[in-house]
């Protein structure tokens, strides 16, 4: 993902960096997280690409991302960061790779569970299934982990009102969201920055052999798209065409062991609470194939990388703006 030294001239006559070239004093940051990636990362966040985790590192989600943009801009599809593909992406530069934030109240609010319990019955039994820290809920708020902030800030930054950290900018740029939006629904996406303003989709396409979901509108452009988990050789994709029976936000789950190829015989059902950590995460898309779904994850670091039990699982914030764009009727054509 690091650009050669030829690449590196030529853009220089293209274009200024993609990096806080106006900023006077940019922050600095570990060699670990490379700003140019995160820059990238950032503005494809913006742009509807999901890039997965903001973390400044080459990955399959980022691959992925630059292949939708390139798609979408009618570039060639290289997933790489290539001069054109960096032409095009310099008109966003005004999204910047990190802001500065002030941490509020209800930045750091709970519930929290900690440590949170493995066992369905004993899920059963709690209020929420809620973040297990505030680092975990700042994370999952600026689309990143709780490394990457650490990493970002002084390891003596406390986390208490007033403080100012450094996150990666995934700040929506409007939660002005429709009023007849259920108010718990609208704090979860303003929690997640999630931009008020998303294209309304015609279709979406879930392509087992890419790895990704695609969104698409009724001209068949792609007009968003967000890498995912999708089934697994126990449970594989259920390919063909459905639909999108309609949403459930900050979905309660019920657990039921015989669906589960991995659950214990001695395991029994279970009425789990909402929560971002739940089985499906903060939303739950219902299909018009029974038992089967698109939602969120406790896990977002495993999204592209682990297998599901046949549903299509995005992180939360990805989850969030996907159920935004859909609506029930939506057509879902799952391939291989």
Known sequence: MRMTTKLAAAMMMAVPALAWAQSPKPAAVPGSIDRNILHVQVILDHLGFGPGILDGKPGVSLTNALKGFQEAKGLPITGKTDLRTLQALYPYRQFRPEAR?????????????NPMPKNPQEQAKLQTLGYQSPMEKLGEMFHTTP???????????MLTPGTKIIVPNAIARSTTYD??????????LAMLNVDASQPK???????????????????????AQFTATMGSSHDPLPLGTWKINGNDYNPKFRYNPDLFWDASDKAKGAMLPPGPNGPVGVVWMDLSKEHYGIHGTSAPETIGRAESHGCIRLTNWDAARVAMMVSPGTKAVFQA
């Open 101 to 113: 934030v002030t941490l509020t109240p209800e930045m750091l609010a709970g519930p929290y569970v």
């Open 147 to 157: 490394e990457v902030l650490m990493a970002l800030n002084s390891p003596t930054t």
């Open 179 to 188: 009023q007849s939006i259920d108010g718990n629904w609208r704090q979860t």
């Open 201 to 223: 989709a015609d279709h979406i396409v879930v392509d087992k052999s890419d790895g990704v979901l695609r969104v698409l509108d009724a001209n068949d452009k792609l007009i």
